[in-house]
């Protein structure tokens, strides 16, 4: 498996990562067989959350691969944003996980600047993780979220955080394109380790895992990270990174092309097309990434998908983001006469139109039904 370095830490990273929220689903007995066989097969990055069953995936893997601590890079993350409180859960985290110290220490879940701010204030959660690290508590402190990642890259201004952890996958790379064209070129300015999370959409890329796993390898980051609960699915994704082969110019213009997901409704955000009429079609589509990722698309075609994206499409809690973004427009989705003269710019095939109108529905109050 390949390795790479987790940013200017000095840690090197397998490029699959073992994440723990999943472990919830099964006994401590078959975690400690899926762990281990993650470590024997090469694998060196396990990640958990204080929260993750309120400390039970911690604690599973504190009984059953504790022994091996020095063979893998430990990752846990703390929620809290005051500094009492989140000193506690740090120092719980460690009991949970048998073990002294964490490799890295990641704030879980910051979800707005504002959020950072109170994380960063006098008395708040940062000063809880920076006391761990001087005390030889936790080596490296990290920031996570997923969706949108304005938080991401505020943090990662102020120069405080030697990690950052985010969603990235191809699906949602036409929802938040900022998190590629800005936070993993911020990240690599800065030499932050970056965590890869969500490379099959939170599942929603199930028919295409290979091409997910691909794509995610490919990024410019320094481990995949994903939940493992079986060992069919370990010897799968070891065998995605075992596989892997980064991705052509040309492989990925097709995968964005052709990947079964997006048929013609996900605006890839290319900025091609223009409007008569001056509706900013770009940002109309934008909104509504933001609003529900593009799931809600007035069709029911694959059940097995159409359940799925009822179950993710607000899973990032980013509704009134979207709102808010789409509430600036003026002209926006109303405006739309539905001539059709955009159509053609769109290499993707997106019904533009069409589209114009569920964004109207969704994010203007329109009734089209
Ligand atoms: S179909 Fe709608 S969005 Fe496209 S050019 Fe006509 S008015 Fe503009
Ligand atoms: S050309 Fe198509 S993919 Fe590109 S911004 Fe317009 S609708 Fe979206």
């Known amino acids: 498996m390949e390795y790479r370095e987790f940013g200017k830490t000095g840690l090197k990273t397998s490029i699959l990562g073992f994440g723990g929220f999943h472990l919830l689903e099964i006994p401590a007995s078959e975690v400690g067989s899926l762990l281990n066989a993650y470590l024997d097969a090469g694998g060196n990055y396990i990640e958990t959350a204080a929260s993750y069953g309120d400390g039970e995936s911690e604690r599973k893997i504190g009984a059953t691969v504790m022994h091996r601590r020095d063979e893998f890079v430990l990752v846990s993350k703390v929620g809290d944003r005051e500094k009492e409180t ?30 950072l701010e109170r994380t960063l204030a006098e008395g708040g959660a940062y000063q809880a993780a920076l006391a761990a690290k001087q005390a030889g508590k936790v080596r490296h402190i990290g920031i996570s979220m997923h969706g949108q990642p304005a938080s991401l890259i505020a943090a990662l ?107 013609d409704y996900v605006c890839r955000q290319c900025g091609r097309c223009s409007c008569e009429n001056g509706i900013d079609i770009g940002e109309v589509f934008a909104s509504e ?62 019904d533009i139109p069409y589209k114009m109108k569920l964004a109207a529905y969704k994010l203007g109050g329109k009734d089209i039904y």
């Not at 949970?96 to 910051?110: E, F, I, Q, S």
């Not at 895992?209 to 060992?231: D, H, K, L």
């Not at 991705?247 to 964005?256: F, G």
């Not at 990434?289 to 159409?306: K, L, N, P, S």
Request: charged share 25%; net charge negative; glycine share 8%.
């Open 86 to 115: 989140a000193a506690a859960k740090i120092d719980r985290t460690l009991k949970n996980l048998r073990t002294d110290h964490l490799d890295v220490l990641l704030l879980h879940g910051v979800e707005s600047v504002a959020t």
């Open 157 to 263: 201004k102020t120069d405080l955080f030697e990690a950052v952890m985010t969603t990235v996958n191809y699906y949602d790379r036409c929802n938040f394109p900022e998190i590629e064209n800005e936070l993993l070129p911020l990240a690599r300015e800065k030499g932050a380790g970056v965590i890869l999370m969500k490379p099959l959409a939170d599942g929603y890329l199930y028919r295409s895992a290979e091409q997910a796993f691909r794509y995610a390898f490919s990024r410019p980051v320094s481990v995949v990270v994903t939940g493992i609960n079986s060992r069919a699915m370990l010897a799968a994704d070891l065998g995605f990174a075992e596989r892997y082969a980064p991705l052509t110019r040309a492989d990925e213009a097709e995968l964005l092309s052709g990947a079964p997901e997006f048929g």
């Open 289 to 350: 990434a933001y609003f529900d990722r593009q799931m809600m698309r007035g069709t029911v075609g694959d059940t097995a998908q159409y359940a799925l994206q009822e179950r993710l499409r607000f899973w990032f809690n980013q509704k009134q983001l979207g709102l808010d973004r789409y509430a600036k427009l003026d002209p926006n989705a109303d405006a739309c006469t539905g001539c059709g003269s955009c159509r053609a710019a769109c290499s993707y095939g997106v």
